[in-house]
């Protein structure tokens, strides 16, 4: 009876341990459920099945595969099922012929654990995946024994709390701010290092510009990773003796791009897609890609965490289309992705626009209230009594009709490249601060206040009267350059006609209306210095049926 039933057993608990693995595990409840229908499945088969290829030990193996199948996009259960059924019974009946002879049990669990792989990889390789077998071998080693964390001095503990498209006006009027804002250094109008996502963080994690850290994109086609060379602040915290984890939501923010360096758990679904069990498929609720399910990973993960010496990056991705929290009936479902609206499919009126608007108002709504959790969290944990670094701020804006046009990653206007970003933390001072800060100093201001080497301006010790802090490239439509001050801001539009100025007086002017003359203005040898990134390497494998479906990259059929 024993070896008839340990199969079953082990092949639930192989599902159950692969599927924990992902960005979206299942409930205990749901596997004490699938472990419950294994068990019964494996009496059955124990009391009722003959001893011949109906009771062999491969059938928790087979099932796990086939189901697995099943559940694959695309899969049809009226044409596939006769012919799952069929193959499921070849395999059973030429198994148990082949391998007869050699001890029930053995291959019975060896069997269930092989199966349950084989089941992983079904799903790795028939959803949207990068690299599916680089990630499947990364979840089968992670099964191991966790590597020892490096001896090292530590430190406070460090918190980046980035929310995707956050314009600076909207995050200004969110309640995490405001609170954070009164214990440490808020700059409300604060300017990313470029219109998009995969430039301007890893300009926060490396504390340099895009030109220098060479993570950019090329004709929308191509897509180059931060260079090896160029420290990560992750990966110096890990040789500190932190312990470090990242719970992100965002195709870009892609190991291939090098943001998962120095992360001892990074969680991200668009690479670790849910691995649905057998019987009682995937987790209920929301979604892995929404804000609660990313800050529960966090929570979770924090529990565990050491009260000091830990690194936790969190990136929200609800104020990015689509919209997942829309009311039934609300006309801004109507946009899914920025494409129809980019190419004039979408005819926009005044009403359509104001819906959208509505709708992405109330995603950042959704994710002040998540961020709010995350901070009641930590401060119960004795996060800020325990000396910790904070950080609170967006990869780039949203354009919402401001300028014309709509979405990010196109323009240098205010609405798109400014960012609102709060550091709190020993020796910074609280209360809003007027300086032009980027997010290219996070970084710099993080490491100096952890007495690591490095280079760049700590926020801490204050701004140089007269900085300027710069932008470079988009991920679609002309290339542009930018760079402003306290007084001014300019935009070189780079195109096959040339280069192209426009210059604003962002003091009588902030939402960049109307051009000034560039005559004798200071801004200007900044922003001409400012360079794009260059191709360099080989381009990373992404995902990209999940960047088509944002509108990031063009479709096979475009």
């Known amino acids: 009876m024993i070896g008839r039933l340990a199969p079953w057993v082990a092949a639930a608990a192989a599902e159950w341990a692969l599927a924990a693995g992902t960005a979206e595990p299942p409930l205990l409840g749901q596997g004490l459920g699938e472990l419950l229908i294994f068990g019964l499945l494996g009496l059955a088969q124990a009391r009722l099945a003959p001893a011949d290829w109906r009771g062999s030990s491969l059938w928790p193996a087979i099932l796990l595969v086939a189901a697995a199948g099943a559940r694959a996009p695309q899969a049809s259960v009226l044409l596939l099922g006769p012919l799952a059924l069929g193959v499921a019974v070849v395999a059973a009946r030429v198994g148990h012929d082949l391998l007869e002879r050699l001890p029930a049990l053995p291959v019975g669990l060896m069997s269930a654990l092989l199966g349950a792989v084989l089941a992983r990889a079904v799903v790795l390789f028939t959803n949207p995946v990068a690299l599916p077998e680089r990630e499947l071998l990364a979840e089968l080693v992670a099964l191991g024994p966790a590597p020892a964390r490096v001896e090292g001095p530590g430190g406070p503990p460090v918190v980046v709390i980035t929310v995707d498209t956050l314009r600076a006006d909207h995050m200004v009027q969110m309640a995490a701010y405001r609170r954070l804002a009164a214990q440490g250094s808020a700059f409300p109008r604060a300017m990313s290092t470029s219109s998009w996502t995969v430039p301007s963080l890893a300009s926060l994690w490396t504390g340099r510009s895009p030109a220098e850290h060479g993570a950019a994109g090329h004709d929308r086609s191509r897509f180059t990773p931060i260079r090896p060379d160029v420290p990560h602040l992750a990966e110096e915290l890990a040789a500190r003796g932190y312990a470090t984890a990242a719970f992100v939501a965002n195709p870009f923010l892609a ?5 998962s360096r120095g992360f001892a758990r990074w969680s991200n679904p668009d690479q670790q ?21 990313v800050v529960d990973r966090a929570v979770d993960w924090l529990d565990g965490a050491p009260r000091r010496d830990f690194l936790l990056w969190v990136h929200l991705f609800d104020c990015h289309l689509p919209y997942r929290h829309l009311a039934e009936g609300d006309p801004a479902a109507a946009v899914r992705s920025p494409v129809a609206v980019r190419t004039g499919e979408l005819p926009v009126d005044s009403a359509l626009q104001a819906a959208v608007k509505r709708a992405y108002a ?7 209230a998540e961020v709010m959790r995350l901070l ?13 670094l904070l950080v609170f701020t967006a990869d780039h804006g949203e354009e919402l009709w401001d300028h014309g046009s709509f979405e990010h990653g196109h323009s ?54 007269g900085r300027a ?34 210059l604003y007086d962002v003091v009588a002017d902030p939402g960049e209306r109307v051009e000034v003359a560039p005559a004798g203005q200071s801004i200007l040898p900044v922003l001409r210095g400012v360079a794009l990134p260059e191709e360099i390497g080989e381009a990373a494998i992404l995902n990209q049926e999940a960047l088509e479906a944002l509108g990031y990259v063009e479709g096979k059929g475009d």
């Not at 009682?280 to 804000?291: A, C, D, I, N, Y």
């Not at 932008?471 to 040339?498: C, F, M, P, V, W």
Request: net charge negative; aromatic share 4%.
């Open 469 to 502: 802090a710069t932008a470079a490239g988009n991920l679609y439509g002309a290339q542009q350059t930018s760079a402003r001050d306290g007084q001014h801001k300019g935009i070189l539009t780079h195109d096959e006609s040339g280069v192209a100025l426009r």
């Open 412 to 465: 240098h206007h205010g609405e798109v490249v400014d960012v609102g970003l709060v550091i709190v933390g020993p020796g910074l001072a609280a209360g809003e601060r007027s300086e032009v800060a980027s997010l290219q100093d996070v970084a710099p201001t993080i490491r100096s206040r952890l007495g690591l080497p490095g280079e760049g301006l700590d926020l801490g010790q204050g701004v140089p009267a």
């Open 255 to 259: 190991p291939e791009l090098g943001f």
């Open 376 to 388: 009641d969290v930590l401060e119960g944990r004795g996060f800020f009594a325990e000396g910790g």
């Open 362 to 368: 109330a995603e950042v709504a959704y994710d002040d």
């Open 273 to 293: 897609i849910a691995q649905p069990l057998a019987f009682l498929g995937r987790r209920p609720g929301p979604g892995p890609l929404e804000g609660s399910r």
